[in-house]
């Protein structure tokens, strides 16, 4: 017990050795905290206002980013907020550049100018709030459209994959799947609802889901590039009990049986073909669907982990006059419900559920996830779980928010800023524009390479719906800050050679037999899905979110970018395998820093060095 208080003396023992008496020093205390006493009296004691209806405080926002000739509205707050007299000058330092009138901030030219409010308060004191305002021309830096999609890396894989196309017209022919013993879960006056909430959580409209779908979820986030349709056909009646399909190894099996039998089955039964969901002539099917009536192993308290949601292919020959299905997902009725009485309404027999439908209808997260896997994405949470390198919210992460601004852009559906010197670029909010930075130590044409990639994250959007609920109670909350969210992207490709994975990495997928190099699984002796080149690779991440603040495993405030922030990889270095230089050994060669920042927008100031 000695050992705090001579903790507790040692300030107090300084203070007795320096210049001034341990007296003076409770005098000097005292009298700071009299003298605020003071300034608090002269604020909120009416006989020491000379304007009682001036405002204590004025705020408006510490920067704006806007283009040439663009005009956005500075809000200005009063406290207190019933403020009678609201009489403020406002001033621009540099009028040339950004000017203000009625509430109106008007972009004239390239530059920065400081925007003042300034007011008198109660004390008839001169009270000001600064604004900076920064100003670009948008047509000095345009998009890139790369060369690849995840089109091309599914078209030249090592292994027989395909992927439901990434634009037009492709369709998916969704399945459920009844087994013998099904109507222990679901009751027979209840199967057809079911199905129909089958069909809300893949086709139905926001309304239907009371969120999204997985066809709006999708063409939302494509922008409309692509627009998809297919069919929920009838139960498909296995005449087996759900236990068949049940172990890993043999009712992964049967699992891959069915989903060549029940397609071929709906076929032969239905005035549609084989060919009208071959939407870009592979000669394979564009998505087969299984949605089965049995709840999911862990949900049952079972070890036999077939019954549960994943996505895999057959890998067999296709057929252009006939095609056949490869790219599959199998998936439990009970992602689409909360488990206990939302799932008892929907069932009349069982509470099973592992979904989340205390604010939506039907419950689509999981089936959207593995539809990322079936347009040909990764996971990108570490199957070790020994990390969370992608920081949890996106959505081929932990099944929340809207996809990764890196996802976005290698299905095609969003095109990146590169520049290659120095200048200051706005960004408009992910969500609605697609707008990204890429900064590389190279000449960039590919999503498949490695490279920095800032995307202006909102809690709108595809976000916004699991950034106001916290989905399941246990999924990471979406942030409400706004700001930069950066991503270190290593999506580089090794290629099969004959005798091994090569160790000399491209980012063409065209080159063929393909794979990707890295994942976000770490090393274990246990789980598998680490790089194909080995645990020396395995500390490499496919998609790492680089926190700006904090260690937390997750997305949150702390780890966004915000108004003057800043990034060099001296600063980072703790958050790169090879410290200040990329996974390829060289420098970055770019820093950059968060010029200006509102709700919508930001501007970026990229340096080259």
Known sequence: ?????????????????????FTDWFKNIFSKN????????????????????????????????????????????????????????WVSSNPSVATYSDGQVTALSVGQSKITATAKNRLGETIKSECNVVVTDPSTISKTTLKYTYDDYCANSAYPFDNTPLVGNPKLLVIPVWFSDSDTFISMSHRELVRDDIRKSFFGTNEEAGWRSLKTYYEEEAQGMIDIGGT?????????????YASDSSGGHKTETLVETASTYYFNNSSETAQDYDSNNDGYLDGVILVYAAPDYDSLGVSSNNLWAYTSWLMGLPDLSNPTPNVYFWGSYDFMYSSGIKAYERTELSMYGRGDTRHCVVDPHCFIHEMGHVFGLQDYY?????????????????????????SVMAFGWAKPYIPTETSTIIINDFQSSHDMILLANHEVDSPFDEYMLLEFYSPTGLNKFDSDYHYNDRYPLGPKQVGIRLWH???RLTYWTGAGWSKTLVSNPTRGDVYHAMSNTYYSDWASGYSPLGKNY?????????????KSPYFSNNAIFGYGSSFTMNDYADQFVKAQRMNDGKSLGWTFSVSALDETSAAITVTKL
């Not at 009682?52 to 980013?65: F, H, M, T």
């Not at 395995?538 to 904090?550: V, Y």
């Open 1 to 21: 017990m000695k050992k705090p208080l001579i903790k507790v003396l040692l300030p107090i023992t300084a203070l007795l050795l320096s210049s001034c008496s």
């Open 34 to 89: 009299e003298q605020g006493q003071k300034e608090e009296e002269q604020k909120t004691d009416p006989k020491k206002q000379t304007y009682p209806g001036n405002p204590i405080e004025i705020d408006i926002p510490d920067s704006l980013p806007l283009t040439v000739g663009q005009t956005k509205a500075l809000s200005i707050s009063y406290n207190p907020q019933d403020t009678e007299n609201k009489v403020v000058e």
């Open 232 to 244: 929920i056909t009838e139960w498909y009646e296995t005449g087996e009990s759900y236990e068949v």
């Open 382 to 406: 570490d199957y070790s779980g020994q990390h969370c390198p992608a920081g949890g919210f996106c959505m081929q992460d932990m099944n929340v928010g809207g996809h990764d601004a890196y």
């Open 489 to 491: 992207v290593d999506a």
């Open 538 to 550: 395995a500390d490499f991440n496919t998609l790492q979110l680089i926190r700006c603040e904090g």
